[in-house]
């Protein structure tokens, strides 16, 4: 079975400041797609980032990017020029490639962005 | 085009008691995932459905959970006589058919307290 690992349970930066949040999974497949979602207090699940394991190259958005390292199983989400609003629970997500399989999610990181 | 609608948001339940969480998905989504989400962990999968069939339930407690998406109208993730420890935060998310881009799509997420 897949797994996923986010070994920051809390993490914290000061803004304007650049950090990194860990992600490792476990899988035998080679077709998946991983994912980081934002969680804020209002508990809504809003996606950050997605990433094909088929592709080389890393995704990025705007201030978010990843480091997908696929024979490490590694697969970073950095945050540049963090904001306040950026403070929010982050999940990392496996999801096995086909039709519509269900994700598995990692236990999250906290961020705190301090002014 | 509104996103995943979950109601209520929040529910207060005594134990014994039947809860019901209600999911309309995107429109145009013709398949449904249930997750939970206990405090200060992950989400973790519980059902995919698509309109009238349960595709994967091997995330659903064996006993008093059940959940469907009939033809018309939402999905119902139906918890039968509940018990402190099915309080927790349940998500629906939804996804099309032809899930070509493999992102589910969260709602806000129901609370449900029991007493």
């Known amino acids: 079975a897949q797994t996923v690992t986010q070994s920051q349970p809390e993490m914290s930066v000061q803004e304007a400041e650049t950090v990194t949040l860990s992600c490792t999974y476990d899988?035998?497949?080679?077709?998946?797609?991983l994912f980081w979602y934002k969680q804020p207090p209002s508990r809504q699940m809003i996606l950050v980032i997605r990433?094909?394991?088929?592709?080389?190259q890393n995704a990025t958005e705007n201030r978010f990017s990843v480091n997908f390292q696929k024979a490490a199983k590694s697969f970073s989400l950095k945050i540049s020029d963090s904001q306040l609003g950026d403070a929010a629970m982050y999940f990392c997500?496996?999801?096995?490639?086909?039709?519509?399989?269900?994700?598995?999610f990692g236990a999250g990181t906290r961020l705190t962005v301090k002014p | 085009n509104a996103g995943v609608m979950q109601n209520p948001r929040h529910l207060v339940r005594r134990r014994g008691q039947e809860a019901r969480l209600r999911c309309s998905p995107m429109k145009g989504h013709s398949h449904v995932y249930w997750y939970r989400q206990l405090p200060e962990e992950g989400l973790k999968f519980m059902v995919y459905?698509?309109?009238?069939?349960?595709?994967?339930e091997s995330g659903m407690p064996k006993e008093r959970f059940s959940a469907e998406f009939p033809k018309e109208g939402p999905s119902i993730l139906r918890i039968q006589q509940v018990v402190r420890g099915d309080s927790a935060a349940y998500f629906c998310a939804s996804s099309p058919l032809a899930d070509t881009k493999n992102i589910q799509y969260f709602g806000a997420g129901t609370r449900l307290s029991v007493l």
């Open positions: 997500a496996y999801r096995s490639g086909g039709d519509n399989n269900d994700m598995r």
């Open positions: 990433q094909e394991a088929y592709k080389q």
């Open positions: 459905l698509q309109k009238e069939n349960i595709i994967d």
């Open positions: 899988t035998s497949e080679s077709d998946y797609y």
